[in-house]
């Protein structure tokens, strides 16, 4: 689970839902027409945009941003130094039936018993990646999509509540509940907007960038054990995908060890 994501949207909703409490009286802020306009309506503009698995999906891959873990590069190059290791004593063949810890780098290996050559094996995995790359990103283009029209579907039933309040501008008790009316579906679609639909793009564009640079990580190691790359040239080869610090922390570690 990730708590960022959760605690984050939970207490942003929190926090405005204290302020309508400690407000006026709540009832005030639910509307049944405005929800339908916003809700109902950025929907469909949304479905319009996308196709019909698209848009489904997008709903789907958004769970990814509440629950969602890949393997610490760390622990992951150490795990394809042990693989590498095991490839160059035994032969790629004793690594048939081993377990891992990433289903993208259990069809690698599957690759390399198989016998695939490193370029069909870079071919076949680059194209997995970028399959994994265009479905998370079209669960982005969704949220991003749905962030940009709840705002625009909430002016537009602020403009239809403010035509009948003007129409019936006989009646001036009537005037303050019809604009506290119009407003409320610019307040719904900025709430639509800014606290969920933009947060999940965001968290799953974070995404889709972490899981493309693990999969490359692991694509450049499949390709370097398959042409019987040495085990220590490989790990050196991918602590070019540590972070800065960590990378530093490894250099002075392998110097005190020298």
Excluded: C
Aim: aromatic residues 6%; without cysteine; hydrophobic residues 50%.
């Amino acid at each position: 689970m990730d708590f960022a994501t959760l605690i984050g949207l939970v207490g942003a909703i929190m926090l405005i839902a204290s302020a309508v409490i400690l407000g006026v009286s709540p009832e005030v802020f639910l509307n049944p027409a405005s929800l339908l306009i916003v809700v109902g309506g950025s929907l469909l503009v949304v479905l319009a945009k996308f196709s019909f698995s698209q848009f489904f999906d997008a709903f789907k891959v958004a769970a990814r941003a509440f629950k969602f873990k890949l393997p610490e590069t760390q622990a992951s190059i150490d795990e394809l130094v042990e693989v590498a290791q095991i490839a160059r004593k035994q032969g790629v063949l004793g690594l048939e039936g081993r377990d891992v810890s990433s289903p993208f780098l259990a069809q690698g290996i599957q690759m390399l018993v198989d016998g695939q050559d490193a370029n069909t094996i870079k071919q076949l995995l680059n194209k997995e990646r970028l399959m994994t790359l265009d479905h998370n990103r079209s669960g982005a283009k969704v949220f991003n999509a749905l962030a940009d029209v709840a705002p625009a579907m909430g002016m537009i039933g602020t403009l239809i509540g403010l035509v009948q309040m003007l129409s019936n501008m006989e009646d001036p008790k009537s005037i303050g509940p019809a604009m506290a009316v119009a407003l409320l579906t610019t307040l719904y679609g900025a709430m639509i907007a800014t606290m969920i639909a933009t947060p999940i793009a965001d968290k799953l564009s974070l995404r889709m960038t972490e899981e493309a640079r693990m999969q490359s990580l692991y694509i450049d190691a499949l390709v370097a054990i398959q042409e019987g790359t040495n085990p220590r040239i490989i790990e050196q080869m991918l602590s070019s995908y540590l972070p800065p610090k960590e990378r530093a922390k490894n250099g002075e570690a392998e110097t005190a060890s020298d």
